[in-house]
């Protein structure tokens, strides 16, 4: 694993409403080499949109951060790049745009997947972008848009040519939103029609997983989002089997819990007292666990830390009970 990525090989996916300071915290001190912010809209940051440019702030002490930003205007992208380039400084890892978002109230502004059936808008977005900055630039995409019509390979192309640094590709169509399996075959493909490094996504939920897409693919870059809501370890799983050494054992019950505590907390420390966002998190950590259906319930009615740790006080008796 040479290049750009020879130091990163497995990523943290941008994840919209997940990917904050504390689930990145977490992914890196698991072993996640690489962690994406949540993608920036190009255009919230040329209003100097707070919250959009909350969305860029670090944990103290965090290593450097890719960042991902979303929009269709050459111009407006460039601009923005270079204000994330000038304000992150030594934060910034290196920037990647988004074209492969599906949701209807991104692709309808002609953002995200848009961009696979714009593909020369696409290329001049990178190359106004890659002429703005210094640090690397690389693009996120799908198989292609309608299923069926695998456009990957030669979109890859045409954004190496635009001066892409890396491509990354999730082996669904636009179409399949996430239905269905993941194509690692299209990773291949693209491994094979591009010189800049490749970075393989989609259903890597074991470490067995990132070594098969590995081998299958030849990609330089496992990148992994969904197998790692409620699952930090995920990643030194995957360390551990791309490393060719034995994994580390499943997490126990009491791990699970101390992790979704700790989530909770770094969540505080970042947001103050109200930690809604935190709901979604603990059904992940609590998924399985005995007495999760009652957890559940209660989990939508939480907003603050002591709210969360109550009911993983008493998921915690119910599994001491059950042990
Ligand atoms: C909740 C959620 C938010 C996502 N947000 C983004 C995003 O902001 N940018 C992006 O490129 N992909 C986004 N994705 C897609 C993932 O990065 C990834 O490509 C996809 O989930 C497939 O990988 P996986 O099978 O490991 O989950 C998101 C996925 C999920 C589930």
Known sequence: MD??????????????????????????????????????????LSFANEKTRHLLALADGEKQ????????????????????????????????INMGCPARKIVSKGDGSALMREPELAAAIVRSVRGAVEHPVTVKFRRGWAEGDETAPAFARAMEEAGADAVAVHGRYTEQLYRGAADWGVIARVREAVGVPVVGNGDVRSGADAVRM?????????????????????FSQVQAALAGVPEPAPPTVKERIAMARRHAELLTHREGRNIVRMRKHAMWYMAGLPGAAAGRGRINYCTTLDDFNQVFDDLLLIAQEHS
């Open 3 to 44: 290049g750009l990525f020879g130091k990163y090989r497995v990523l943290l996916a941008p994840m919209a409403g997940v990917t904050d300071i504390a689930f990145r915290t977490l992914c890196r001190e698991a072993g996640a080499d690489m962690a994406f912010t949540e993608m920036v809209s190009a255009k919230g």
């Open 65 to 96: 951060v890719a960042v991902q930003l979303f929009g269709h205007e050459p111009d407006v992208m460039a601009s923005q790049a270079a204000w994330i380039e000038q304000e992150m400084g030594e934060s910034l890892a290196y920037l990647d």
């Open 214 to 234: 590995a081998a299958e693919t030849g990609c330089d870059a496992v990148m992994i989002a969904r197998g790692a809501e409620g699952n930090p370890w995920l």
